[in-house]
């Protein structure tokens, strides 16, 4: 195998004589008689294999010195995961820390990798919502060919996660299962009844009568005649609470149940099935976790995680917005519950709640699912702030002019007024802006609208630059992710 090095390393391959190429040496390896290695050559990364076998031969690419030049295509990527298992995604299961990085870019999962390799956790490393593959005009396939490329690159072996992010649609989760995805988030938040809330108690009562009897004799059954006991938690229902509780998450269980024996159930292999009910109006009492997943319990489905929506606000890209003695009191609930059914607790929008970050280690004893995905792109801009002054302030600038479009998908408080003007800030001084509050919301929501922005004659207004930039940067990207996340895993006591 060293040989393989040598000739990459010293030009002898003709087909690199003239070019500058960097080796990943953590990516050589053989299997059966075929070698192989990752470079990054002036075309770009490419995978060089030499020897003979079976993976020599359906790997796809330019005969050299009677070897091969790969590129890393989508075909390529599958050719890797049927000979070399450790570069395919795999599901977890409940009894290990799992963390969701999602890398809008496909390129932060080197980093990723760098900074989890040995730790107490396994990661998610594709990660990905429909939003956010039409924000960045991504598909599946690229963001699970990116994910496993990485783990070749970097020789990870331990094993890493897919995920089908706040799936919705059927078509979607047909979609991510059958590209492999090992990793099910079902969002449903277009089945939960947000307008209960806002209903006096009469209405409530008038809504929750229109129920069919068995429906409302059923509930009724299990939690006003039966105590719920769930060590670590002390939960009560009334009257009033179980009707709205059933009228708000009734139909999203009926959902839960659908999807999962329509198409988990059925799977011949293992899919993590996590359950989002965090994206709503009002947190999720206690009580009403409990209810969700008592009924599921009863219908037989399994999970493997749960995100319930937490007190406080659990904003894009910035720490805990909320009265922590508060959180404290209804995380141990939330956790105790999850214990209690045998599934995680799920912790959306995770990344940068430092303040909190303790608390979810403690009260889930190390066994929890974490989503991140916006602090990877904000570290992202972070290195371009620091060596490609100009392009930060044009983005800076366009940012600011779209603004009010990206709330459309995003819910912050972001006070615009209040973030630094340019032209009163130093280059030198750009990279603070990461370290701001509303400066970072400025740029995480924004994300998709800089990397879609386009000139007058159809050439990317940005993202061609932004991406060479951070090729050329990437091990200074990858260590900013190491340190960012280190902090993240760090706190969570990982």
Known sequence: MNQLLEAVK???????????????????????????????TDAGKRIVATGA????????????????????????????????????????????????????????????????????????????????????????????????????????RDGFGADGDHLKKEEDIEYALRLGFTMLTLDCSENIDNTVDSLSGEE??????????????????????????VSGASLSFTRESLMKDVLIYGEAVNFMESIYYKYIATLERAVDFEISIDETATSTSPEAHYLVANELRERGVKIFSMAPRFCGEFQKGIDYIGDIVQFEKELAAHAAIAVHFGY????????????????????????????????????????????????YRRMHQYALEHFEEATAYYHV???????????QTSDAELPAYMNEDNARQLLHITYGILLQAKNEDGSKKFADEF?????????????????????????LGK
């Open 344 to 391: 995680k607790l799920s912790i959306h929008s995770g990344s940068d709640k430092f303040s909190v970050f303790p608390l979810i280690g403690q009260y889930t004893k190390g066994l929890f699912h974490l989503k991140t995905a916006g602090t990877n792109w904000l570290e992202a801009v972070r290195v371009v702030a620091k060596v490609n002054p100009g392009l």
């Open 53 to 156: 076998g079976e993976l020599f031969d359906q790997l796809n690419g330019e005969s050299i010195d009677g070897g091969k030049v790969c590129k890393l295509t989508h075909a390529n990527r599958l050719v890797l995961n049927a000979f070399l298992p450790y570069t395919a995604p795999q599901a977890f299961g409940t009894q290990v820390a799992t963390m969701g990085l999602g890398d809008r870019l496909g390129i932060a999962s080197p980093g990723h990798i760098q900074v989890i390799r040995g730790k107490d956790v396994k990661p998610v490393l594709a990660q990905q919502s429909i939003r956010e593959l039409n924000l960045t005009g991504r598909t599946y396939e690229d963001v699970l060919d990116a994910a496993c490329y990485a783990v070749f690159q970097e020789g990870y």
């Open 467 to 491: 991406f060479k930039t951070l090729s050329e940067q990437e091990d200074v990207f990858s260590e900013g992710l190491k340190q960012h996340i280190g902090k993240h895993l760090e706190l």
């Open 413 to 423: 408080t972001t006070d615009i007024q209040a973030i630094a003007p340019l032209d």
């Open 204 to 229: 409530v009562a008038a809504k929750y009568a229109q129920l069919p009897e068995e429906v409302r004799s059923r509930y009724e059954a299990r939690y006003l005649e039966q105590e719920a006991n």
């Open 10 to 40: 010293s030009g002898s391959l003709s087909s690199f004589s003239s070019q500058s190429v960097k080796v990943y040496p953590q990516s050589l390896t053989t299997h059966e008689g075929t070698t192989l290695v990752m470079v990054k």
